[in-house]
Nanobody, 119 residues
Framework: QVRLMESGGGLVQAGGSLRLSCVTSGFTFNNYTVRWSRQAPGKERALVAR???????????YYANSVKGRFTISRDNARKTMYLQLTSLKAEDTAVYYC?????????WGQGTQVTVSS
């Protein structure tokens, strides 16, 4: 059974930091591109960061302009876990954050974790 379980969200003051984790099981994690997306109230889900699979020829992470320089995506293939380090948080970063693992055939999502930044 495929599972993706996020954790690490919460309430933080502007300028603060959080580390989101997404523990996965049920599929070959290292063969999947991993992503973090977020959905703010009244808005569509949007990609925040992406990190290619371990066998990709191009292992450069992608970041949305709004988070570049503040967020860092990483993965631990041995633990089948992806991470998103959030720093210098702003009120506009408030959203539900979702982890995702995908390849040409599969597309798996976690249930989401709430991040609320108070100004």
């Amino acid at each position: 059974q495929v599972r993706l379980m996020e954790s690490g969200g919460g309430l933080v003051q502007a300028g603060g930091s959080l580390r989101l984790s997404c523990v996965t099981s049920g599929f070959t994690f290292n063969n999947y591109t991993v992503r973090w997306s977020r959905q703010a109230p009244g808005k569509e889900r949007a990609l925040v960061a992406r990190l290619p699979s371990s066998d990709s020829a191009v292992g450069i992470p992608y970041y949305a302009n709004s988070v570049k320089g503040r967020f860092t995506i990483s993965r631990d293939n041995a633990r089948k876990t992806m991470y998103l380090q959030l720093t210098s948080l702003k009120a506009e970063d408030t959203a539900v954050y979702y982890c995702n693992a995908a390849n040409v055939r599969d597309n798996y999502w976690g249930q989401g974790t709430q991040v609320t930044v108070s100004s």
